[in-house]
């Protein structure tokens, strides 16, 4: 199947500071990738919809400027969380889509202190 | 607006059969998805059905769909203590930027000796 990572897997950061999360597609090219955020214990919501060339969609509550998206090549899209605060640290996980549907990074645990 | 619904744990012992249920709001769903997390692990796609079908087996796993009453089963056969996870039902909705899937809050299945 296809094969979809993410980098970091895991990351600590202070407050204030803003982290970057990578999510490639490495088998195939996606002109559209998911963003989404799971808290312990529960589902998956998503954040926003990143597609290759234009600007995100974000869902509604979710604050643009300060979960930045972009999706600057058919393989890369990154999620730069800025001046991160704890309420942030949460496991974010994307997607790539395909025809049919979404094959899903293994995921980045942020912790922010 | 659109709304997946699962039980939320399961329990079952190692050789016995595990059924996971999920209903569904969304009539116009193309496609439904069954994904398994492990523990701090991103989601596999375990199987698909296209809205059409109403059975896909694929080796250990059988998914039913009554689209009547929007209801989607996965059942495991000969289940082992390695298919303990949370098993998410999925739905693919059309949003404002394409075609997301819509989450269940997911299924703990825990497989005992």
């Known amino acids: 199947g296809a094969v979809v990572s993410q980098h970091p897997s895991r990351v600590i950061c202070k407050s204030g500071t803003s982290v970057k999360i990578e999510c490639r597609s490495l088998?195939?090219?996606?002109?559209?990738m998911f963003w989404y955020r799971q808290f312990p214990k529960q589902s998956l919501m998503l954040m926003a919809t990143s597609n290759e060339g234009s600007k995100a969609t974000y869902e509604q509550g979710v604050e643009k400027d300060k979960f930045l998206i972009n999706h600057a090549s058919l393989t890369l899209s990154t999620l730069t969380v800025t001046s991160a605060h704890p309420e942030d640290s949460s496991f974010y996980i994307c997607?790539?889509?395909?025809?049919?549907?979404?094959?899903f990074g293994p995921g980045t645990r942020l912790l922010v202190l | 607006g659109e709304d997946v619904e699962q039980s939320l744990f399961l329990s079952v012992r190692e050789g016995d059969s595990s059924v996971i249920n999920c209903t569904y709001t969304?009539?116009?769903?193309?496609?439904l998805y069954w994904y398994k997390q492990e523990p701090g692990a991103g989601l596999q796609l375990l199987t698909y059905?296209?809205?059409?079908?109403d059975m896909k087996q694929d080796q250990r796993l059988t998914v039913l769909l009554n689209k009547k009453d929007k209801h989607l089963s996965l059942r495991i056969a000969d289940t082992q203590t390695g298919d303990s996870a949370i098993y998410f039902c999925?739905?693919?909705?059309?949003?404002?930027?394409?075609?997301?899937?819509?989450f269940g809050k997911g299924t703990t299945l825990s497989v005992s000796s």
């Open positions: 999925a739905e693919s909705s059309l949003n404002q930027a394409g075609t997301a899937l819509i």
């Open positions: 059905i296209f809205s059409n079908m």
């Open positions: 088998d195939f090219q996606a002109t559209t």
């Open positions: 969304d009539s116009s769903s193309t496609y």
């Open positions: 997607s790539a889509r395909t025809l049919e549907t979404q094959y």
